[in-house]
């Protein structure tokens, strides 16, 4: 019964995350690689993503704090191999931010870069958190 | 007969799918990719469609394996776990690396680009393998036309897909590779020690020119 009960509520956590758009169906074709062999293919792309992740938030904190010269193709260049993970995972959010940011760079626009990189930096977190959530959830359901 | 016909077409089929998955085992897939992240889900796509597949992280590694590297670019390289370079000429080199029958490689690579591999490879006695360039940018335009344009037989876009290896076993079949494993197999399926294209065989193979069908 318990066991019914957290299968249904991993269920529906997940389908939150694609309704609320955290993910897209490139997550599914994640879904779709793992199999009994390979039961945990998607946790394990995603904590190579978190690790990923980590290092470009990182290099772009370094490359924006430097007050005297802002290399705007480099923080471009960071941020599309950050676009390019988070694409290959499906996150969607993340990646929207990614696009935005790159936006920016492409203008020139400091103030713009620095403000959507607080919202690259949110939506990975949060992200995160709720794909641990449902990894564990999904844990205590098997 | 009429009666038989149908699960006659069911066998022809289960036994048609069947002689597929085991050409496809005679793959090698180079893949070449500097992601972490996308060379695990390349390797991933590419075993559950049934080729062998080598992951490599940089375009240097790449020429390295093909032994494409010069002797002393190869020398420098040596700390690299693949031990397909040994000190004589890069031509012996060749002949010990196990055959690859497909290139798949990024465009934008750090130091040598995915265009930039192509090119090498299309210079190189290994220029009828055919090669697959990916790239996450849509706009159908100058990476996709200089790829192809630079010999490139497909260009996919990321993230791939696994509808995508379909397209890639299309080109696997237009070599004549098929021709090699086939009859390797009959002669008790021996894996194949030379490599899967040579020169010679450049020219009896005819080249398939116009964009493949999606």
């Given at each position: 019964m318990e066991r019914n009960h957290l299968q249904r509520r991993a269920a529906y956590m997940r389908e939150t995350l694609f309704d609320q758009g955290y993910l897209d169906e490139q997550f599914i074709q994640l879904e779709d690689l793992q199999d009994d062999a390979n039961p945990n293919f998607v946790e394990e792309v995603v904590k190579l993503f978190y690790t990923d992740s980590a290092r470009f938030i990182r290099n772009i904190e370094l490359a924006l704090d430097n007050s005297t010269h802002h290399d705007f193709e480099k923080l471009d260049d960071i941020m599309h191999q950050f676009k390019g993970s988070s694409s290959s995972i499906g996150a969607e959010k993340v990646k929207r931010e990614c696009t935005q940011f790159q936006e920016y760079c492409k203008a020139g626009n400091l103030e713009g870069c620095k403000r959507t990189f607080q919202q690259v930096k949110q939506e990975n977190a949060t992200l995160k958190r709720k794909l641990e959530s449902y990894f564990q959830l999904k844990r205590q359901a098997s | 007969m009429e009666l038989n016909s149908e699960a006659d077409e069911d066998t022809k089929k289960e036994q048609e799918q069947k002689e597929e998955e085991k050409e496809k085992q005679h793959f090698h897939v180079l893949a070449v990719d500097d992601s972490n992240i996308d060379r695990k889900l390349l390797e991933r796509l590419l075993t559950v469609s049934s080729y062998q597949v080598t992951c490599v992280d940089s375009g240097d590694k790449a020429l390295e394996y093909l032994g494409l590297l010069d002797i002393q670019e190869s020398e420098i390289s040596r700390?690299?776990?693949?031990?397909?370079?040994?000190?004589?000429s890069s031509k012996s080199s060749e002949k010990e690396v196990s055959k690859v029958n497909l290139i798949m490689t990024d465009?934008?690579?750090?130091?040598?680009t995915g265009y930039d591999l192509l090119k090498r490879v299309k210079r190189s006695s290994w220029k009828d393998v055919p090669v697959v360039v990916m790239s996450s940018e849509n706009i159908p335009s100058r990476i996709t036309i200089r790829c192809l344009e630079g010999g490139a037989e497909e260009f996919l876009l990321k993230p791939v897909k696994l509808a995508d290896m379909r397209k890639l076993h299309s080109h696997l079949l237009n070599t004549t590779n098929i021709h090699d494993t086939i009859i390797d197999s009959d002669h008790n399926n021996n894996t194949n020690k030379r490599k899967a294209s040579s020169p010679e065989d450049s020219d009896r193979r005819t080249r398939i020119q116009e964009l493949p069908v999606s």
């Open positions: - | 700390t690299s776990s693949i031990s397909s370079c040994s000190s004589s465009y934008s690579m750090p130091g040598i």
